[in-house]
């Protein structure tokens, strides 16, 4: 029993970690904070539980079972994770053999839900009216409670052992203060644009705009680029707001459109959030940053911040009518 209670624990808390990780990547505003803190928590209800299931795996082992290759890759995916899952948190190691460590955890973390599925497939753990015991409920509350204990602590030497400078957002992502360190940052495999900035022109809603229109907008705003990889930025970023482009009555939901095909769908009534920009910090973008204009998406994560603007369009389907990710 006891055993059974630790696996369904270990099933429960996994598939909670993976809900709560990929929704961390939709949070942009503080009130989503609570998202990324249960993704630690849950994930430190697995570190947790580990020497309980040590003893059934040591148990296992003996018994010469088919699957054992296959528990032993879970383990060590599960440890690959975890260990990534630190390195993001204390922000020291940014990249190993040309990957960020966001892309080796959500990697690794693909690999154990992969594995995970199968393990369970070849091992269920059939669930009975028994688990939802009042004792079994009162384990679960303690696991939690040890684990948001462990999260507290562990952020409390953080704070204290992190490096100044290196602020951590609610995301968890560090900052990079200097507006010419930002790095040119692509979601999968768009490769960095080189657009003339004199002949390069943005349809907007049918008409057709030069940069240097944009330019003249005059509309500052100081906003967040926070990419998914871990990292921020806050910057002044320079040119047109599209609330001076398009009425808010003009459909139900804005497509913004790269050259190079990626795109985003925003609600209408944002349009006051959203800003065409040209400069960064008082100077032309770059073109690795989207020059010679790219979109500033207002408490949006860095995937919205649409890169080498080509068109924007107006249409009457709803905002959520599009992948929650790009796909590109
Ligand atoms: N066209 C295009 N725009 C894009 C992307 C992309 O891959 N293609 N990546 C997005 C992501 S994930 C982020 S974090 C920001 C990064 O901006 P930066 O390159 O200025 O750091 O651009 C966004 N805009
Ligand atoms: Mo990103």
Redo the contacts with the bound molecule.
Sequence with gaps: MAGRRTNLALLWASVLALATGAAAFLVGTPSGAWVVVAHGVVSLAIVVLSPWKTVIVGRGLTRRRTGRWLSMGLTAAILLVLATGVLLVTGQVEEVGGLTMMQLHVGFGLLVVSLTLAHTLQRPVPHRAADLSRRNVLHAGGLLAAAAGLWVLIEGILDVALVPGRERRFTGSHEIIDAALVPA???INDSVQHLDHDSHEIDILGTVHTVAEIEAGGDTVEATLD???GWFTTQDWSGTRLDRLIRPDAGMSVVVRSVTGYWRRFPIDQVDRLLLATHIAGRPLPDGNGGPVRLVATDR???WWVKWVSAIEVDERPPWWQPPLPTA
């Design positions: 940052t692509q979601w990419c998914t990889g994560r860095g995937y």
